[in-house]
């Protein structure tokens, strides 16, 4: 018998509860163990005298009478129980559990757990707790559950597999670890958040159970770091130091310090024999682009070819017309490959590609195609790297002989969740603005203020300037009541449309219509823009100086921010009025801190703060890993410990070849295993 054995060798799980318990993430008797509660109720039984209405609490008696079963409608039924408590009768209801009649005999003693109804002096039973031949708990462990398995269902199978494996469970954490934290044992643990007796035993449970999940994350992005700066995966990059100075001599600008700072850790990397994996990070609008184009030009001045893949055309072309100004004295061949790119011009530029003909190639998901070829492809950029999965940034890299690579993100991580999102990459920000960006000035107005908001918009384009306007939704809804793309669009056009050419853009258009609206509204062809967030990332409209966006409480802080960015690109004065009625303090609180920062590092640590770790990034972008118990935030001082700790392991022993780490490489491997590699 062994933790690892399939979940199928517990009573009652066939191939139907098998599949269902999977949709938990439980495969094995070992998953069953570790799928802890998340709360617990208090089964303490409670002197009816103090008992609130509706409370839910834990009663104690004698069955005075045999249980009935009373039908009603086609397949609804209840069971009354009749309990002698103290001095008083109380009948307890249970709703379509036939079945818990047998389990009341008269004359017998119940402990039953439910909802009191203190003016009828009635329960709604919800569980029974204990009968004549079994003790009652003290405290029940609730379960994440989802349709496919009940509650009840789930308590059984931690029992079963408590029983038949108990003895079985080793400790993974190191015990000199669990020395120095002083933490439980795993099948300590394990007792303890399934059977406390008291709500301290469960607390100390969850601590060290906390620390055990946070450890064992953090060893398994240790052992991928060791994997992936190994001298055999890396690629040395010797650049020319001195071209690279006279590309940047050439720049109309100044590098800021933070940008000098970044360049030289990214370069230090590639010129190492270590692979590079480093995130660069930085507000909008810090300059993160030009420093993309120096270190592409490093690995073009050591013959290596560089790629940079973006998240949408429009973004690829701005790139490329960038860079093809940059580099227009520079001995340097760039290529587009979009998704927009001719039948003709993609087969010239495989060709080059393929040939080492194109030093710089800039693209879209077209990069990853299976018959695009490289000839000496050594550093890979990934721009809004959150828009890409993990394995369409593994493809790009195979293109060639383990690539450098570098990512990039506009959305600031905050401190407390870089460790966990980027715990395998080393983390490079750009923490200042280039001289010259100028300010946003934002705005909150209510609804009823918005013809102060309209005239704003009319100083501006009067100006010759643009406008985003920017809605959550795209078409009308019953359900929820908010400003609506198209109804905006019918709206300001009437307003504006007179004069300017207002147009709607919206994720549900196909991808050349948005393409040719945003290329359109680029080149100044559309003064007002009215969309939904399609335009979050990326684009650069530096005529545009007014982000108006409506229902602004409905969206997170940092989405907020990012929409701000799109505007403030030129040399004029910019404005963000964000038009929103909060129906919470939250909202209102979200509204405050974008009119009282304009800094992406505040605004995302204020963000994390009001809606916690699961929402910052949206479930498909996040990148953040799913803790079962363990909450990154809350339990933030306990993370960094484990990460400190992990890291200490691995420098002292990079293999954990030492006897004591036997049963955490076991682990490690299993993980392995079980996900194909351990990134």
């Known amino acids: 018998m062994a933790l690892t054995d399939s979940v199928t060798v517990l009573p009652g799980v066939g191939p139907k509860r098998q599949e269902a318990l999977a949709s938990l993430g439980i495969e094995t008797v070992g998953d069953v163990l570790f799928y802890f509660p998340f709360r617990y109720d208090d089964l303490q039984v409670k002197d009816l005298a103090e008992a609130a ?16 079963v009373a039908r009603f409608g086609a397949h609804r039924n209840r069971v009354n129980v009749r309990l002698q408590v103290d001095h008083s009768v109380v009948m307890v209801t249970f709703f379509n559990q036939p079945w818990l ?132 995966n890396g690629l040395a990059i010797p650049y020319d130091n001195q071209a690279l100075r006279a590309l940047i001599q050439t720049l109309p600008f100044e590098l800021t310090n933070a940008q000098k700072r970044v360049v030289n850790e990214i370069c230090a990397d590639m010129r190492s024999p270590h692979h590079m994996n480093r995130l660069l990070q930085g507000d909008v609008g810090s300059g993160k682009t030009i420093v993309a184009a120096i270190v592409m030009y490093a690995a073009v001045t050591a013959r290596y070819q560089a790629a940079l893949m973006v998240p949408t055309e429009v973004l690829a072309e701005q790139h490329y017309a960038k860079l093809t100004k940059l580099f227009a004295d520079f001995p340097v061949k760039i290529s587009l490959l979009t998704g927009a790119t001719t039948a003709a011009a993609r087969k010239h530029i495989k060709a080059d590609l393929a040939s080492g003909a194109t030093d710089i190639v800039i693209g879209t998901h077209a990069l990853i195609q299976k018959d695009v070829d490289f000839a000496n492809l ?16 593994k493809i790009l890299q195979e293109k060639g002989l383990k690539p450098d690579l570098l990512a990039m993100t506009a959305t600031p991580i905050p401190r407390t969740l ?92 196909k ?30 409209v530096p005529n545009a100086t007014v982000m108006m966006i409506f229902d602004a409480d409905r969206f997170g802080l940092a989405q907020l921010h990012q929409l701000r960015g799109r505007v403030g690109r030129g040399r004029s004065a910019a404005y963000c009025i964000l038009v929103a009625d909060p129906k919470n303090d939250a909202g209102v609180e979200r509204m405050k801190v974008m009119t009282e920062t304009t800094d992406g590092f505040k605004i995302a640590e204020k963000d994390l703060e009001l809606r916690g770790s699961g929402d910052i990034f949206g479930e ?48 490690l491997a299993r993980r392995q295993q079980a996900v194909g590699s351990l990134d």
């Open 53 to 68: 209405d509706q409370e839910k609490l834990t009663i104690k008696g004698v069955v005075v009478a045999p249980a009935v």
């Open 418 to 509: 870089a460790i966990t999102a980027y715990g395998e990459m080393d983390v490079s920000t750009i923490d200042e603005l280039p001289a010259g960006r100028q300010p946003i000035t934002t705005s909150w107005v209510r609804k009823n203020q918005l013809r102060e908001a309209l005239a704003t918009i009319s100083t501006e384009l009067a100006a010759g300037h643009q406008v985003f306007a920017i809605t959550p939704l795209i078409a009308e809804s019953e359900k929820v009541d908010l400003q609506n793309a198209e109804q905006l669009y019918e709206d300001l056009n009437k307003a504006f449309g007179d004069k300017y050419q207002v147009a709607l853009l919206h994720g549900q258009m």
């Open 378 to 393: 050594g550093l890979v950029i990934i721009d809004e790297q959150h828009r890409f999965g993990v394995n369409q940034r």
């Open 620 to 667: 498909a972008q996040s990148g953040l890993p799913e803790f079962k118990i363990a909450d990154p935030v809350a339990d933030y001082a306990t993370l960094n410990a484990a990460q400190q700790t992990a890291v200490g392991l691995f420098k002292a022993d990079p293999t954990l070849s030492a006897p004591e780490f036997a049963p955490l490489r076991a682990y």
């Open 511 to 540: 991808n050349d219509e948005k393409d040719d609206i945003m290329r359109r509204f680029s080149q100044n062809e559309i003064q007002v823009l009215v969309s939904t967030t399609v335009v979050e990332v990326g684009v650069d």
């Open 101 to 232: 009649k047998d389990k009341f005999e008269q004359g017998s003693e119940a402990a039953i757990y439910g909802k009191w109804d203190a003016k009828r002096h009635t329960m709604t039973g919800m569980k029974v707790l204990a009968t004549q031949t079994q003790d009652a708990p003290s405290l029940a462990g609730i379960y994440p559950v989802n349709k496919n398995i009940r509650q009840s269902t789930l308590v059984q199978l931690v029992k079963d597999a408590w029983a038949r494996d108990a003895a079985n469970i080793q400790d993974v954490v190191p015990s000199a670890v669990r020395a120095k934290f002083k933490l439980m044992s795993d099948r300590e643990i394990v007792h303890g958040m399934h059977f406390p007796d008291t709500p301290l035993e469960a607390k100390a449970a969850r601590r060290s159970a906390v620390f055990r999940e946070f450890f064992l994350f953090e060893t398994q992005i240790q052992a991928l770091r060791e994997d992936n700066q190994g001298e055999a």
